[in-house]
């Protein structure tokens, strides 16, 4: 029984490590993530501002207001 409760201790101990410990990890991350945001950002607002989109949605607005009900 003294066995089981230590495997049972050291597994949890390990498991706290892995949940504390993230030393070098974080920074590689946060700087991929942090591109990847950006990039996705200007290529959407180079979608939005584009004259098809601007054309499309106009479309679309020019034909809900004046559809006949």
């Keep these: 029984m003294k066995f089981v409760r230590t495997v049972s201790t050291e597994a949890r101990a390990r498991f706290l490590r892995l949940l504390i410990d993230d030393a070098g990890m974080s920074t590689a991350e946060y700087a991929i993530g942090t591109i990847a945001a950006a990039a996705f950002g200007a290529v959407l607002y180079g979608v ?3 004259d ?4 499309a949605l106009t479309g679309i607005i020019d034909k809900a207001l004046n559809t006949n009900v």
């Design 48 to 50: 939005v501002t584009g």
């Design 52 to 55: 098809s989109i601007v054309t």
